[in-house]
């Protein structure tokens, strides 16, 4: 291990992170928005509406990330003359947009399998309740079933927030430099794979510390009273 | 878009495709083997009753779990390329650079990563089965490895089944990441091809549709050996 090559490579690659967050929290924040819709429409009763975005889901779940990507940056290029006539060539020629546009629609197509569980597990007695006061849907959905989906769905969208930083790792294969890209750029400089794994491994670890320790933070606080009653059945266990 | 690119023989990449996704299928089916093996020694380590144990599992499992897959390929490619050489002009007094085969690599590292979520299943699993069923077999004198094959094992292996059937989806799409490094597979074949037609957008369209194709059929036979491992087993 050549301490010195760490030292000289860490602040190289901490200047990685803002790029790798910027992904991931672009990403995140519009593809949650994507996924709640995708979520409504999966549970529409319309056959056609919940068809479109089960086969969204599906394909979107079923080819790898790096596909997408691919078919997103390089596949664009054969239709370049067509994308400069409707004046969207600057988005597409941008490996930026072309990375955050693929892991949106990837991230939107699994969360909404999330949340899809969510609201499903709120439970029919309580939307009757709100119904029964007169509730319109939209006020119900708002008041209701979000709030308790959302509770429902958090340790399964941690998950999701991790596997997102993850695979933003794949944005290096389209020249952006973020944490991945920054290390393969020295590894392939100097030779020495390992001290440059140590420190990135070490970034991408932090990370997802942080994100596991809010998600557990934000969890205890939704829903305080589901932790205090766990405290209480602990105390008194049988018929109580 | 031109489909005649993807005619079969010399004048279209139809085959070429065809055959790279069986060496998607190859290295997916070496690194799911090579994963469950890993993971089934995580959860022999986890369940372990010492703590030296338990803690290397788990430092695997957080480990493979918090880095990027794309991460550790590099770090074996060349990593395991440097280490090759040094041993190469140790031994044998060979001087250069002598490179880690892309299929050994891609194996290694993609089950590797498999192992680490295989380790869960397969720990979930194990503790499933009720305690009891393992003190009868001690009370009857079944030896260790008797009460492994006939006790554990039959009822491991199809609570593991959905989880497993999981696994293998997650390994068989982080084998595109193998293109990477070159390994002639869906992914690299696409780049190729592409590159000398310049239709990226159809090589790549035929490439997700040949991983939907995979990740489809495979899940159908998940399914299947999920009603047979479940005969004869009284549902709800």
Same mark, same amino acid.
Not at chain 1, 8 to 29: D, H, M, N, Q, R
Not at chain 1, 194 to 212: D, K, R
Not at chain 1, 228 to 235: D, E, I, P
Not at chain 2, 133 to 142: D, H, L, P, R, T
């Given at each position: 291990?050549?301490?010195?090559?760490?030292?000289?490579?860490?602040?190289?690659?901490?200047?990685?992170?803002?790029?790798?967050?910027?992904?991931?929290?672009?990403?995140?924040?519009?593809?949650?928005?994507?996924?709640?819709? +995708?979520?409504?429409? &999966?549970?529409?009763?319309?056959?056609?509406?919940?068809?479109?975005?089960?086969?969204?889901?599906?394909?979107?779940?079923?080819?790898?990330?790096?596909?997408?990507?691919?078919?997103?940056?390089?596949?664009?290029?054969?239709?370049?003359? +067509?994308?400069?006539?409707?004046?969207?060539w600057v988005f597409?020629?941008?490996?930026?947009?072309?990375?955050?546009?693929?892991?949106?629609?990837?991230?939107?197509?699994?969360?909404?399998?999330?949340?899809?569980?969510?609201?499903?597990?709120?439970?029919?007695?309580?939307?009757?309740?709100? &119904?029964?006061?007169?509730?319109?849907?939209?006020?119900? +959905?708002?008041?209701?079933?979000?709030?308790?989906?959302?509770?429902?769905?958090?340790?399964?969208?941690?998950?999701?927030?991790?596997?997102?930083?993850?695979?933003?790792?794949?944005?290096?294969?389209?020249?952006?430099?973020?944490?991945?890209?920054?290390?393969?750029?020295?590894?392939?400089?100097?030779?020495?794979?390992?001290?440059?794994?140590?420190?990135?491994?070490?970034?991408?670890?932090?990370?997802?510390?942080?994100?596991?320790?809010?998600?557990?933070?934000?969890?205890?606080?939704?829903?305080?009273?589901?932790? &205090?009653?766990?405290?209480?059945?602990?105390?008194?266990?049988?018929?109580? | 878009?031109?489909?005649?690119?993807?005619?079969?023989?010399?004048?279209?990449?139809?085959?070429?495709?065809?055959?790279?996704?069986?060496?998607?299928?190859?290295?997916?089916?070496?690194?799911?083997?090579?994963?469950?093996?890993?993971?089934?020694?995580?959860?022999?380590?986890?369940?372990?009753?010492?703590?030296?144990?338990r803690l290397l599992?788990?430092?695997?499992?957080?480990?493979?779990?918090?880095?990027?897959?794309?991460?550790?390929?590099?770090?074996?490619?060349?990593?395991?390329?440097?280490?090759?050489?040094?041993?190469?002009?140790?031994?044998?007094?060979?001087?250069?650079?002598?490179?880690?085969?892309?299929?050994?690599?891609?194996?290694?590292?993609?089950?590797?990563?498999?192992?680490?979520?295989?380790?869960?299943?397969?720990?979930?699993?194990?503790?499933?089965?009720?305690?009891?069923?393992?003190?009868?077999?001690?009370?009857?004198?079944?030896?260790?490895?008797? !009460?492994?094959?006939?006790?554990?094992?039959?009822?491991?292996?199809?609570?593991?089944?959905?989880?497993?059937?999981?696994?293998?989806?997650?390994?068989?799409?982080?084998?595109?990441?193998?293109?990477?490094?070159?390994?002639?597979?869906?992914?690299?074949?696409?780049?190729?091809?592409?590159?000398?037609t310049k239709e990226?957008?159809?090589?790549?369209?035929?490439?997700?549709?040949?991983?939907?194709?995979?990740?489809?059929?495979?899940?159908?036979?998940?399914?299947?050996?999920?009603?047979?491992?479940?005969?004869?087993? !009284?549902?709800?």
């Open positions: 291990m050549n301490f010195e090559l760490m030292l000289e490579s860490f602040p190289k690659l901490i200047k990685g992170v803002p790029e790798t967050l910027f992904l991931v929290l672009t990403s995140l924040a519009i593809g949650f928005i994507l996924a709640v819709i +995708f979520a409504q429409m &999966r549970l529409s009763k319309n056959r056609a509406v919940s068809g479109i975005a089960a086969l969204y889901v599906f394909l979107f779940r079923s080819t790898p990330l790096l596909v997408q990507i691919f078919l997103i940056y390089y596949g664009s290029g054969q239709f370049r003359l +067509f994308l400069k006539d409707i004046g969207l597409f020629r941008d490996p930026h947009f072309c990375a955050i546009l693929a892991l949106t629609l990837n991230t939107a197509a699994y969360t909404c399998e999330i949340i899809r569980g969510g609201i499903q597990s709120v439970e029919w007695g309580q939307i009757e309740a709100g &119904r029964a006061i007169g509730m319109s849907p939209y006020k119900l +959905f708002q008041r209701i079933i979000f709030p308790v989906a959302i509770r429902q769905a958090l340790p399964g969208y941690s998950n999701e927030v991790i596997l997102i930083i993850k695979s933003s790792s794949l944005a290096s294969t389209i020249t952006i430099l973020e944490v991945t890209g920054i290390a393969k750029k020295i590894i392939a400089a100097t030779y020495s794979p390992i001290e440059v794994f140590v420190i990135s491994g070490a970034l991408y670890l932090c990370m997802n510390f942080i994100v596991t320790r809010i998600f557990e933070f934000t969890e205890k606080r939704m829903s305080p009273r589901l932790y &205090r009653k766990k405290q209480k059945k602990a105390m008194a266990p049988a018929g109580a | 878009m031109n489909f005649s690119l993807l005619i079969f023989g010399d004048a279209g990449w139809g085959d070429e495709m065809l055959m790279a996704a069986l060496m998607t299928l190859a290295v997916s089916a070496a690194a799911y083997f090579l994963g469950i093996v890993f993971g089934s020694i995580s959860a022999a380590f986890k369940l372990s009753r010492f703590l030296a144990f599992a788990d430092f695997y499992t957080t480990l493979v779990r918090g880095i990027p897959e794309l991460l550790l390929i590099y770090l074996v490619f060349f990593g395991g390329g440097i280490f090759l050489s040094k041993i190469g002009s140790f031994f044998l007094g060979r001087e250069g650079f002598i490179d880690l085969p892309v299929f050994v690599t891609g194996m290694v590292c993609i089950g590797f990563s498999s192992g680490a979520y295989c380790s869960e299943v397969i720990r979930g699993a194990v503790q499933a089965v009720p305690r009891g069923q393992i003190e009868a077999g001690v009370a009857i004198g079944m030896s260790p490895f008797k !009460r492994f094959l006939r006790i554990l094992l039959p009822q491991v292996m199809r609570y593991a089944l959905p989880g497993l059937g999981n696994v293998w989806q997650l390994t068989l799409k982080h084998t595109s990441l193998i293109s990477v490094i070159g390994l002639v597979e869906i992914m690299r074949q696409s780049a190729v091809a592409s590159g000398s990226p957008f159809t090589f790549y369209m035929v490439a997700g549709l040949l991983y939907l194709g995979l990740t489809t059929i495979s899940n159908r036979g998940f399914s299947m050996v999920e009603i047979w491992a479940n005969k004869g087993v !009284r549902t709800v």
